[in-house]
């Protein structure tokens, strides 16, 4: 980018932008096949952007590209240092620019997705960069994780829990997971997915739908 | 803030020096290597004492004229006359001192993401007539305006132009090799004089034509490397 690209500095206060969606998890959880999911299900109805924070270059970027569910224009991956929740809590800058560009190329926009790069349990997103946020687990790391909680599982908007195909194998109860999962977050939602055996990720697109109704309905541009 | 207050009278530090130097300013510095990343990969970089070589060079060559370009950039505010037909100027300058283009692209991206904080965080007439001639300065240029909305002086922009030259650095070489972080940091310590005398000359300003232009090489081979790594950490 050179120094006449315009300038493309956003009011914080949300009127008039997109929803932007953060996904957040451990490594291997299936934050990226979700993210394909979604934009799989909802691309056709609503206009999407996409930022990968890859702990290493762009290869979640690349595997969403090579997916063909969104043009690989609205995709941007951003180098996170080392420290992939440094880029989504503490020094958001760089994530928000790259949130920013898309919405000034392909604006406006209904949804940009913010995807970690795998984290511990302890990565959640700044309310300055993601206006919703989904943390996503999966049966294989052990049904104690909801239990053991953390700030992703405990305050996330949305838990998902997925590869629920995978429990018999692993010896995992979901209804522990479910139960404890509850327990941390009193009333916020917890979905089970196997997004091998619902590439639509259903359950989660609606939530999804409803969440970014919600922010249109309440973030429409200032008339003026 | 009085600019003229002595220094030698009055040792107070400038807080807002502190917020600009200070590594967790959320600009989006921490992504930034410096080319430690590219030294480490090629071998250069990898224990304390090549570290240290390295800092040194980089302070005195990168560091050194981007602390000159930080001063001018924040007397350049400070005004008369008014700054903002003579950014773009200046931004050129640092472009004609910085021969890489992947460096070039990492110093906007910093001054972006810079300018962008700055906005929020130092309000200022000074700042909206930057990001209007200049909307992607380099990161002198952004450095040193967002200084003087803080109320800080050349020489105290120029201070925190030299720590930033050798600050992220460090910490990605702590990062990368998994070195003793307190043996780094003695490093820092060690080039207080330094970079005491780094912002001391970029005080003495003068036309912008004949500030400081070290080239550095190596530096330049980094970035461009870098750039097209196929598996990459950092951002630079």
Excluded at chain 1, 47 to 55: E, Q
């Amino acid at each position: 980018m050179g120094a006449n690209h315009e300038d493309h500095h956003h009011a914080p206060d949300g009127h008039g932008r997109a929803l932007r969606l953060g996904v957040g998890g451990p490594v291997g959880s299936g934050k990226t096949a979700l993210v394909a999911a979604l934009c799989r299900t909802l691309g056709p109805s609503l206009s999407l952007g996409v930022v990968t924070n890859d702990i290493y270059t762009t290869e979640d970027a690349e595997f969403l590209r090579r997916a063909g569910v969104l043009d690989e224009e609205r995709i941007l991956a951003v180098e996170t240092g080392c420290c992939p929740h440094t880029a989504i809590r503490d020094d958001i800058a760089a994530n928000l620019d790259a949130v920013e560009t898309l919405e000034d190329r392909f604006g406006p926009l209904d949804l940009v997705i913010v995807e970690s790069g795998g984290d511990n349990l302890t990565a959640t997103f700044s309310r300055g960069l993601a206006d919703r946020q989904i943390f996503v687990l999966d049966v294989s790391g052990g049904d104690k994780v909801p239990r053991k909680g953390g700030p992703g599982v405990t305050t996330a908007d949305l838990l998902v829990v997925n590869k629920t195909d995978l429990a018999p194998m692993v010896g995992a109860d979901l209804g522990v997971m479910d139960r404890d999962a509850a327990a941390v977050r009193g009333a916020r939602p917890v979905l089970f997915t196997s997004i091998r055996q619902d590439p639509t990720a259903a359950t989660v697109a609606a939530w999804v739908s409803e969440q970014v109704a919600a922010w249109s309905h309440a973030h429409a541009a200032h008339a003026s | 803030m009085d600019p003229a207050v002595n220094p030698a009278v009055n040792p107070a530090v400038n807080p807002a020096l502190l917020l600009l130097a200070d590594s967790r300013l959320p600009a989006g510095g921490h992504a930034h290597s410096g080319g430690v990343e590219q030294a480490v990969t090629s071998g250069a970089v990898h224990d304390v004492p090549s570290l240290a070589g390295f800092l040194r060079g980089r302070l005195h060559t990168a560091g050194t004229v981007a602390a000159a370009l930080t001063a001018a950039a924040c007397a350049c505010a400070a005004g008369p006359p008014p700054p903002e037909p003579a950014w773009g100027l200046l931004d050129a300058e640092v472009d004609a001192r910085t021969a890489a283009p992947a460096q070039r692209e990492a110093s906007r991206t910093q001054g972006r993401l810079l300018l962008r904080v700055a906005r929020r965080v130092w309000p200022s007439p000074v700042l909206e007539g930057l990001a209007r001639a200049v909307p992607n300065p380099h990161h002198p240029i952004a450095l040193g305006a967002a200084a003087h909305a803080a109320g800080a002086t050349p020489e105290e922009a120029a201070m925190a132009a030299a720590y930033h030259a050798v600050g992220g650095a460090a910490t990605a070489a702590v990062r990368l090799l998994g070195l003793d972080p307190v043996a780094v940091h003695g490093l820092l310590a060690g080039l207080a004089p330094d970079l005491a005398a780094v912002a001391g000359a970029a005080r003495s300003g003068g036309d912008w034509e004949s500030l400081p232009a070290h080239s550095s090489p190596a530096l330049d081979l980094l970035a461009e490397q870098h750039a097209r790594a196929d598996v990459r950490l950092f951002i630079s």
